[in-house]
């Protein structure tokens, strides 16, 4: 079964800046395309950024030019740089393996990691 362990999350002021961490583990296939997504309180979970293994990246339209995701191949980890970080950007981030760019996720999600934006 597939799992995945996110970390890196964190209390930050507007403005800021976190890096999350995502590996997965108990597959020894390959991970095509890994993503993030967050989930804020009241909210539908959404997808925030995922990247193929070749390097290909897509964004959500409220993160472009303040995320960055990159990838481990080797590792199956993945990153998400976040800057420039607002209130409405706390939610709790999790990371999966999806069958597109856009989701959904093949497996189950994970526990997800704690960002909140507040001064």
């Known amino acids: 079964q597939v799992q995945f362990a996110e970390s890196g999350g964190g209390l930050v002021q507007p403005g800021g800046s976190l890096r999350l961490s995502c590996t997965a583990s108990?597959?020894?296939?390959?991970?095509?395309?890994m993503g993030w997504y967050r989930q804020a309180p009241g909210k539908r979970r959404e997808p925030v950024a995922s990247?193929?293994?070749?390097?290909?990246?897509n964004y959500a339209d409220f993160v472009k030019g303040r995320f960055t995701i990159s990838r481990d191949n080797v590792e199956n980890t993945v990153w998400l740089q976040m800057n420039s970080l607002q209130p409405e950007d706390t939610a709790v981030y999790y990371c999966?393996?999806?069958?597109?760019?856009?989701?959904?996720?093949?497996?189950?999600w994970g526990q997800g990691t704690q960002v909140t934006v507040s001064a």
């Open positions: 108990g597959s020894d296939g390959k991970f095509y395309i």
């Open positions: 999966n393996d999806l069958i597109t760019f856009s989701g959904p996720p093949f497996h189950s």
């Open positions: 990247i193929s293994s070749g390097g290909n990246t």
